[in-house]
């Protein structure tokens, strides 16, 4: 079964118009870098402008979301989806909406009502408790104990900090083959999401006001990946069919299989479509430093690493066969894959060029330092070879192992740890040279700043990165990608969590390496293309690693309070952050 052609037909047959999915780069938002859902290229229309396709519209849509980059390589999670969505603009609301869902899912899809269960909203000192939905629920044969009243974290749902938003209904589908518990608990895991309707009659402005929208929406969201999942009894999405012949051919290229290489494989695959996807877009997106382009490229220098990690010959065409795959599967769905498709490969295959040049590097420094006769590399070379070369241990071992070769490795522990004890050391005191032209202050906004990178990656997502950084002996500005202004909760735990890392008084430590090794020790390295080949890195205690010519204070509690005092917007999908130390 073909769910996204279900999906249209189903939604056609019931007075919908399907629309085409809309670029991943969205074409007249400035405030984000991609589509993060179906809705978003809708919000004219949710406010009421009038669609030319009417105002029962269905459509498959193109979405990269990237708060998740760092779970990626577990079940469930993609930077790439799609997300199937029906929506009526002023027409038909809940009554109808949750009628529509209830039928597909029970008789397109024949899954039975057992298997489901809802949440609803429950009502707060503004909103009244959403018994139209849940009354229409129980109509339709849902068992009372089979509804949840959840609150607005879960059952009001709005893109980011403002716009269009609304209550919602949630639809879960038991995936498991326990026995089914009477009462559903949305805590339960077993119990996943698998639509959102949410019912859109407000606007939530810039400062927080809720007003009623002159027309009530209906937006509803299912995810493919998962849906297509859960129909074919896999608890993990990269086993469904969506993946199971990507994921094959991984196993042919590196003769490994997927069992035992499940994180690396799924963190390639996922990269290599999401890449591919970003790549064909119509807005020519490169990879670079900034914006879209920046993530394309750290989504294509991540999957190598995991290619090299599995094997894999990185300078074969591994890659493109996969997107090969990857645009054929998809472009009956996607015109632009098959536009685009000369383009994709060039940029996937000259982004691998650039970046194995710096591994390469790397590898030919090793063939000379252990050009000798021994058949051991000495705990000297060992460390040589991490400490200037960017070579971990791991490497040394494997590329030593190739020729028969043993390591100290017990000697390269030692002075690892020498070396770690010096720049303790070192680190006790201000550290000279970089000081002169900056003053006490401008010193300490450098180490704010890495603070407040640090925070605003826990609070916004890992996406964060520095764009840009600015600093006076009055105060610190810092450019970050960021989809959103920030809520007011989101800047006061940015605060708190800065201030709490300067009252733990945490270590400045300073520490040199090659720009492979820092990469490798997930380091923050924003324009790492612009740093020598042995760089300086400033860790904060285990609060942040980042590539950086200094100066920095030695101890964390010489910074004082942090305060934020502006969070505005610096360009397209670009935050500004004016902070200071009081
Ligand atoms: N906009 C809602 C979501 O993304 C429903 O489509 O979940």
């Known amino acids: 079964m073909n769910i996204r052609e279900e999906f249209i037909n189903y939604f056609e047959k019931n007075g919908h118009r399907q629309i085409p999915s809309s670029p991943i780069v969205p074409e007249n938002d400035p405030t984000v870098l991609f589509n993060t859902a179906g809705m978003q290229p809708l919000v004219p229309y949710l406010l009421g402008e009038e669609h030319p ?72 000192d503004k909103i009244p408790r959403d018994d139209v939905s849940a009354d229409r629920w129980k109509e339709l044969g849902i068992a009372e104990d089979r509804i949840a009243y959840l609150g607005k974290e879960d059952n009001f749902w709005i893109a980011g900090d403002s716009g269009p938003c609304g209550s919602d209904t949630e639809i879960f589908y038991f995936r498991s083959d326990d026995e089914i518990p009477q009462k559903f608990d949305p805590e339960d895991d077993r119990w996943v999401e698998i639509w959102n309707n949410v019912f859109m009659e407000f ?102 690493r995991q290619a090299r990690k599995l094997g894999i010959d990185i300078n074969s065409d591994f890659d493109l066969e996969i997107a090969l795959l990857i645009i054929r599967k998809y472009e009956k769905y996607y015109s632009e894959l098959k536009d685009n498709k000369d383009v994709v490969l060039d940029v996937l295959s000259n982004e691998k060029k650039k970046f194995s040049r710096t591994l390469e590097k790397g590898l030919r420094e090793f063939e000379k330092l252990v050009k000798t006769d021994t058949s051991m590399i000495d705990k000297t070379i060992a460390f040589r070879l991490y400490d200037t070369y960017g070579f971990p241990i791991e490497l040394t071992l494997e590329e030593a192992e190739d020729r028969g070769m043993k390591v100290d490795v017990d000697g390269f522990y030692e002075k690892f740890k020498e070396h770690q004890d010096k720049s303790r050391t070192a680190s006790k005191g201000k550290f000279k040279g970089g000081l002169s032209g900056n003053s006490e202050l401008e010193t300490k906004y450098h180490t704010a700043t890495h603070l407040l990178n640090a925070a605003l990656k826990k609070v916004i997502g890992s996406s964060v990165h520095q764009l840009g950084s600015n600093i006076t002996p009055e105060r610190l ?47 923050e390295c924003t324009f790492i293309d612009r740093y020598p080949d042995v760089v300086t890195v400033y860790k904060i205690g285990d609060v942040s690693m980042e590539l950086c010519g200094g100066p920095h204070v030695s101890h964390t509690g010489e910074l004082g309070h942090f305060k934020i005092k502006k969070e505005e917007s610096s360009s397209a999908g670009v935050r500004r952050i004016k902070a200071i130390l009081e």
């Open 477 to 523: 500005r810092f450019d970050f990608p960021c989809d959103h202004k920030m809520t007011d909760e989101e800047k006061q735990m940015t605060e708190d969590l800065v201030n709490e890392w300067i009252k733990e008084d945490l270590t400045v430590e300073k520490l040199e390496m090659s720009k492979d090794e820092a990469i490798k020790s997930g380091a």
């Open 203 to 304: 606007y939530k402005d810039e400062n927080g006001n809720i007003t009623e929208l002159k027309q009530k929406n209906v937006d509803t969201g299912m995810g493919l990946e998962r849906i297509v999942a859960v129909l074919e009894g896999v608890d993990d999405n990269y086993k469904s069919s969506i993946w199971s012949d990507v994921i094959n051919k991984l196993e042919d290229i590196t003769g490994l299989s997927y069992e035992g290489n499940e994180k690396a494989m799924r963190i390639i695959v996922d990269h290599i479509r999401t890449s591919v996807f970003i790549a064909a877009d119509p807005a020519g997106i490169k990879p670079s430093n900034t914006d879209q382009g920046y993530i394309l490229r750290r989504l294509i220098r991540r999957y190598i």
């Open 53 to 124: 396709y009417g105002k029962r519209l269905c459509d498959y849509q193109k979405c990269v979301r990237l708060t998740d980059l760092d779970e990626i390589g577990d079940k469930t999670h993609h930077t790439f989806f799609e997300m199937l969505g029906n929506w009526s603009l002023g027409d038909y609301f809940k009554k109808e909406s949750i009628g529509y869902s209830f039928e597909f899912l029970t008789k397109v899809l024949n899954i039975p009502v057992e298997k489901l269960a809802i949440t609803v909203f429950k009502g707060d």
